[in-house]
């Protein structure tokens, strides 16, 4: 008779340490999803400093260009080409330009969010993140 009633606080430990075990593996998706959108975010930056490197690289060699066809006395037609060809890159160098800064906005917002929220779970003790992450989970 003993060993029929052992088995409630047996199952009811198991369900606590299941509980636990989801409460931390829960806590640690809701940690990587902020970070995941900070990384995501700087490297939409670092790809598009690249792009703008890249374009203003053949802004410099298309400029180069029509420099070095004007002194060897090229036909008209070539230096308007190489003209053309240079103010497309100019074109688009500046457009490379504003996508670099709206990324590097982005960037800027998610790590700012990111180490805002983890600086408030840091500074609170471990009562009142207690508290606050039980309300979370159940809407209180």
């Keep these: ?7 409630l606080p047996l199952g009811a430990a198991l369900a606590v340490v299941v509980f636990l075990a989801w409460c931390v593996a829960e806590d640690a998706r809701q940690e990587a999803i902020p970070r995941a959108r900070v990384l995501a975010a700087h490297d939409r930056w670092n790809r598009a ?13 298309a400029r ?6 004007t002194q060897d006395g090229a036909p008209a037609d070539d ?7 240079f103010e497309a890159a100019r074109r688009e160098a500046e457009t490379t330009g504003r996508e670099c800064g709206a990324a590097e906005g982005e960037f800027s917002v998610a790590s700012k969010e990111y180490l805002r929220a983890y600086f408030q779970r840091q ?10 992450e039980v309300r ?3 809407g209180w």
């Design 79 to 85: 230096i308007l080409q190489a003209r053309a060809d």
């Design 49 to 61: 400093v690249y792009r703008f490197y890249l374009a203003r690289v053949r802004c410099v060699r």
């Design 123 to 132: 500074e609170a003790s471990w009562p009142v993140r207690l508290r606050q």
């Design 1 to 7: 008779m003993r060993k029929k009633w052992l088995i």
């Design 136 to 138: 979370r989970r159940t």
């Design 64 to 69: 180069d260009r029509v420099d070095q066809l």
